[in-house]
């Protein structure tokens, strides 16, 4: 390419070359710079707004100069690349984050006697321009385009995708509303809009030279008549919008490669409805244009649970679509033959959200470029690969036949043919068997329509297929696919389990645990955020009193903060006792709320322990008597619920109700605190986090794929209670058994114990009793004794689907372990604590994408030279 341009103007580019900023001298200017004429303001009206958005944009030009030179150094090695397709990444704010992977590495400060890191350069220079870098660094909204989990688990993997120097591209939508804002009202919880961009971004670059056509509706034209639907077809779509690329820099730690982030938002096109126009309404086809913006207005808020709603998967086929032509004309520009493709481009289905991405690409190739049904299908094959992440029915997508006939009618008759094909394999392997096919069909067919099983498509349409942690991938094979195991063998389902980024994760969320491991591990320019395996030095330490003082410092200073975030959330009055925070149990539970979660496990839990200790009382018990058996415990929660969700909208209300009620009796003297955070997001997640001493992973057995959060709390020096489910199983083997307290049923007893509930054989432990009747009585709702009816009539006469009555005892047995070890043998506890994080390394997201990068993409890094 650089032979195209004249040695002259090459010159003239190469003089003026855009520099980094490296020091604060150039940071301070840069800072100037754009306060000035980017925002137009002065030192005299440079608030701290003002002061985010200037820094933002200054590192952003540090970034972008980096991510020019990534994208080249890739064209010209032109590397197989991956796509990472998710429909949720829910980045959390950006600033801190690219202050502390940005590439350089420390250096000496003016003294010569520490070394500084780019944050703490920035934070110096903010200092001596007048602000504190915590203050700017709250002004940013959370990017929250994720529900939970499965969002923030893709936010995590770009992250390592670019500090292993892997050429990866994110594609999403730019939803104008992220997750909602959460209120609590009364002890509601209520919706508000999360208008994230009001302040504008930063962050993105809007690239108006990069706009898609992407269609819809419409009809399949055949000009030769009754062809076979496996021939070239035209689709003449009706409505037309346009996708806008909107790229976001995502820096890596100690690299200089940035990778992009694209999300797609939708436009109208500058087309006009001429015949609405004509008939003279001008106002409606105007109207009409618009409607193409709902297209990414609003992120679904459900999280494990499909609303099979029109607007949805019209999301789905417009992000589908929009990417897979970028990533399309990024190959053309090579030249290279179709056959070449999957040698080019891996990409990655992140749950079955982009699963169309299959079908449009077999669309593309066969009615576009014309290539043969099998040949073009093989090519399909081999690009992609499909991630499961639950096995819970309500959540596995599955679309009517009428709506896709409808909004993508080629489409539907490329999946009967790619379904036709399927069949017809499975009967050449297995004949005579209509209920094997008619089970493993990608089309459902159910009264009164018939649906798409997407799930089914994505595992047709995909070389390998994963599970997130060892259990949930070996129960994908045996429960929801195993007729396919059976097909195809067990060798295309793989685990790759999760992980999470040790950069935002422990660094920046948790700067003095941190700092306090780089010091006893002597690793002062922080490689351990690279190399996780550096932390088993850790256990050196464990049993190292003054170093066990220093880590409980660290654990004490995180609980102020955190009891100093819920002082602010509750108008300035203190919940928290902080005369005894030290020795006050931090009990977390933090994550949508669900029932399979059981939250109400949680809370009836809470209130079994306010129930004993006021009989304690009543039995005549001094507090100090009672206080022995029942130490200082706060047990906090967060989490949204879906709108829609009626029962996990109840236990949120529950939850508000006992801590009313137990927050408020004097009787107790501070022994419960009960919490509930308001509005957990990523921001308060790295608050909450760091300030815990045990943290809560309670699931049914063999509902939770693999939790992400059990990981965090791990690596930031926190013990979990949780059953044996997704990813606590792995924790367990890594940190070992004397370092987590597990209870409660295993998964291969679930069917039985929910069988038994089915026939009345299953007897309620007398403690879930005691509780069930206080809740009745209307301890916690004296106006409508009625409120929690559902919630004990889910367990007393449903069925107790999520086996709460199961699980109680043991569950009150192994928290009654934990009072013992946390209260009465606290060296023991910094020791489980500290030989945790020591063994924590397997769950950094760097391994997970080297396994993904190994076994399922195979792609090589491209290192910056
Ligand atoms: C969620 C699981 C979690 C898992 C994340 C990330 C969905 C559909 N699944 O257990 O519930 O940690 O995915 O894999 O959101």
């Not at 020019?68 to 032109?78: E, P, S, V």
């Not at 321009?129 to 936010?155: H, I, S």
């Not at 992120?299 to 494990?304: F, G, H, K, S, T």
């Not at 879906?642 to 949120?652: R, T």
């Amino acid at each position: 390419i650089d032979t195209m341009i004249p040695l002259q103007s090459r010159a003239l580019w190469n003089k003026h070359k855009v520099q980094k900023f490296e020091d604060a001298e150039g940071f301070d200017d840069r800072f100037i710079h754009h306060v000035e004429t980017t925002l137009a303001r002065s030192l005299y009206n440079c608030d701290d707004l003002a002061a985010y958005e200037s820094t933002s944009i200054s590192v952003r030009d540090n970034l972008v100069i980096d991510w020019n030179k990534t994208q080249q150094r890739l064209t010209a090695r032109d590397p197989k690349r991956v796509y990472y397709l998710s429909l949720e990444f829910l980045m959390g704010r950006a600033l801190d984050n690219a202050l502390i992977n940005m590439g350089s590495e420390p250096k000496p400060n003016s003294n010569g006697d520490e070394l500084l890191g780019t944050r703490d350069m920035v934070k110096d220079s903010l200092n001596d321009l007048g602000f504190r870098l915590e203050d700017v660094l709250a002004q940013e909204p959370d990017a929250a385009l994720g529900n939970g989990g499965l969002g923030r688990l893709a936010a995590c993997f770009i992250d390592s995708m670019t500090t292993e120097n892997i050429p990866a591209w994110g594609y999403g939508l730019r939803y104008e509303y992220g997750i909602f804002a959460q209120k609590i009202i009364d002890g509601y919880q209520i919706e508000t809009p999360d208008y994230w961009l009001n302040i504008g971004n930063r962050w993105e670059i809007e690239r108006h030279e990069i706009q898609i056509p992407v269609t819809f509706y419409g009809y399949v034209d055949r000009p030769d008549g009754d062809t076979p639907t496996t021939d070239p077809a035209q689709w003449i779509g009706g409505e037309r919008v346009l996708a806008v690329a909107y790229d976001f820099p995502v820096p890596g730690y100690k690299t200089t490669t940035v990778n992009n982030l694209r999300l797609w938002k939708a436009k109208p096109t500058t087309e006009f409805d001429f015949a609405k126009f004509n008939t003279g309404d001008y106002k409606n086809s105007v109207d009409q244009q618009q409607r193409a913006e709902s297209i990414t207005a609003c992120l679904y808020p459900n999280d494990n649970f499909a609303e099979g709603k029109e607007l949805r998967l019209k999301q789905q086929y417009f992000w589908c679509a929009a990417s897979l032509h970028d990533i399309i004309r990024r190959f053309k520009k090579t030249q290279r033959p179709w056959s070449e493709f999957p040698d080019q481009v891996a990409i990655q289905l992140n749950d079955t959200h982009p699963t169309l991405a299959v079908v449009e690409l077999q669309r593309v190739l066969v009615d576009l470029e014309k290539l043969p049904w099998a040949e073009a299908w093989d090519i399909v094959n081999k690009t992609f690969a499909y991630t499961n992440h639950t096995v819970m029915q309500e959540a596995l997508e599955k679309w009517p036949v009428s709506l896709f006939s409808r909004l993508l009618p080629r489409h539907l008759e490329i999946i009967y043919d790619i379904n036709w094909f399927f069949l017809q394999e499975v009967e050449k392997k297995f004949p005579d068997n209509s209920e094997l096919l008619s089970r493993i069909s990608i089309i459902e067919e159910v009264y009164p329509e018939r649906l798409i099983r997407m799930a089914f498509l994505a595992i047709v349409g995909s070389h390998k297929v994963n599970g997130v942690a060892e259990l949930h991938s070996e129960l994908i094979k045996t429960t929801i696919f195993s007729d396919f195991v059976k097909f195809y063998g067990p060798s295309k389902f793989t685990n790759v389990t999760n992980g999470i980024t040790p950069r935002r994760w422990l660094k920046q969320a948790n700067p003095e645990l941190s700092k306090l491991i780089s010091e006893a591990i002597n690793d002062p320019k922080d490689d351990f955020l690279l190399d996780m395996t550096k932390l088993t030095k850790l256990a050196e330490f464990a049993d190292d009193h003054g170093f066990q003082q220093r880590w409980n410092k660290v654990k004490e200073d995180n609980k102020i903060k955190l009891a100093d975030l819920i002082k602010n959330l509750n108008n300035g009055e203190d919940i928290i006792d902080r005369e005894h925070i030290n020795n006050t149990l931090f009990d977390i539970q933090v994550k949508r709320i669900h029932e399979y979660k059981r939250q109400q496990m949680n809370i009836f839990g809470v209130i079994y322990r306010y129930l004993a200790i006021k009989n304690l009382l009543e039995q005549g018990a001094s507090i100090e008597e009672v206080e022995k058996k029942f130490p200082r415990k706060v047990s906090i929660f967060g989490g949204k619920s879906a709108p829609g969700y009626y029962m996990a909208k109840l236990i949120i209300k529950l939850i508000n109700s006992v801590a009313d009620v137990v927050n408020s009796d004097v009787a107790i003297a501070d022994l419960i605190k009960v919490v509930f955070i308001p509005d957990y997001n990523v921001s308060k997640a790295e608050i909450i986090i760091p300030a815990s001493d045990l943290s809560e992973h309670i699931s049914t057995a063999g509902t939770e794929a693999s939790g992400t959060s059990n990981m965090k709390f791990v690596m930031n020096g926190g013990l979990i209670i949780g059953t044996v489910d997704g990813a606590n199983v792995e924790i367990t083997r890594e940190i070992g058994e004397d370092n987590i307290f597990l209870f409660g049923n295993l998964s291969e007893k679930v069917e039985e114990l929910r069988y038994n509930h089915k026939y009345r054989k299953s007897e309620m432990p007398s403690e879930l009793k005691m509780v069930l009747n206080a809740i009745e009585s209307g301890l916690f709702s004296p106006e409508n004794p009625n409120e929690f009816k559902p919630l004990w009539d889910s367990i007393k006469h449903h069925g107790d689907y999520y086996l709460v009555s199961d699980d109680f005892a043991s569950y009150l047995a192994t928290q009654e372990l934990v009072d013992q070890v946390f209260h009465y043998e606290k060296s023991e506890w910094i020791k489980k604590c500290i030989l945790s994080v020591a063994n924590v390394g397997f769950f950094s997201s760097d391994r997970c994408i080297e396994e993904y990068a190994e076994t399922i993409w195979n792609v090589e890094p491209v290192k910056p030279e």
